[in-house]
């Protein structure tokens, strides 16, 4: 079983940037796709960036891409998502999730394991 915790949320103001974690637990996941969701209030919840388990492959989302970058450190079992130019529209829940397979996916149907979701909030 694999535990996915996500920190690094808060609120801040429009431009300004914040860097999420996502630590997983339980096993070794170097060998599997990473990525974020958001749901915003009201909403449903919308693909924001993937990582395949190599790094070598990225997606994201329309609405973020030149300002969100997807990582991962496979020393450090971790993913991170670095936002930046945050806008309001970028308030929402984020969730980190992980999905047993090595190429990244934009579908949140293909993944398996799901975090908690941080908070984060823009004001402008």
């Known amino acids: 079983q694999v535990q996915l915790v996500e920190s690094g949320g808060g609120q801040v103001q429009a431009g300004d940037s914040l860097r999420l974690s996502c630590a997983a637990s339980g096993r070794t996941v170097s060998s599997y796709a990473m990525a974020w969701f958001r749901q915003a209030p009201g909403k449903e919840r919308e693909f924001v960036a993937a990582i395949s388990a190599s790094g070598g492959t990225t997606y994201y989302a329309d609405s973020v891409k030149g300002r969100f970058t997807i990582s991962r450190d496979k020393f450090k079992n971790t993913a991170y998502l670095q936002m930046n130019s945050l806008k309001p529209e970028d308030t929402a829940v984020y969730y980190c999730?992980?999905?047993?397979?090595?190429?990244?996916?934009?579908?949140?149907?293909?993944?398996?394991?799901w975090g908690q979701g941080t908070q984060v909030t823009v004001s402008s």
């Open positions: 999730a992980l999905r047993r397979g090595s190429r990244a996916a934009m579908s949140g149907d293909e993944y398996d394991y």
